[in-house]
């Protein structure tokens, strides 16, 4: 009787061991929410003008994305370097918003003037443009499966595999035990 109260205690003792693993790793991921334009804010918010990324190299090209123009309004971008680059343009969608695509030739650092043609809205960034080129990694060490990102986590295939095999150890101890005391049971009745 002792012996199965031990083979018990072992069987739900791994079990209760092996399952949080598991289930944190059968959680459900989240999915991403569908989210909705705000709707447009009175008074009217200043004009913004961003660049994506702020530091580059000659002949790489960055995103110019501008927000709080009229809607369809045509804006003119002055390019500001030494020496002057010509304007480019860019139309707004109907949310007063556009991004425009840029390519610096030479080096420097650029302030990028929006000018909305109608509304007369203005928003400024700046751009720092390296003329080095970029230098080419060298590998110290051979990349871990296909990449060079170091490995940091596991996944719940071993944790799977060791706790199944725990509790299907303590299934066929219990059943086992069933068997010889049941044994045991007939021959004390003969």
Known sequence: MRLSRIIMALTVGLAVVAVPTVAAAAQPQPTPSVTTQPPTDYPPQPPVLTVTPTTVYVNETVQLRGAGFGPGEIVDISIQVNPVLPSITATANGDGRFTRS????????????????????????????????????????????????????????????????????????MLLTLAWRRKARMGEGS
């Open 102 to 173: 840029y390519t610096p030739t030479i080096e420097g650092t650029y302030t990028f003037t929006a000018v909305g043609r109608d509304t007369g809205r203005t928003a400024s960034t700046t751009l720092r443009v390296l003329k080095k080129v970029k230098p080419t990694p060298s590998p110290t060490k051979w990349p871990h499966k296909g990449g060079w990102l170091p490995v940091t986590g596991d996944d719940a295939g071993t944790p799977l595999k060791v706790g199944g095999g725990l509790v299907g150890a303590g299934a066929v101890l």
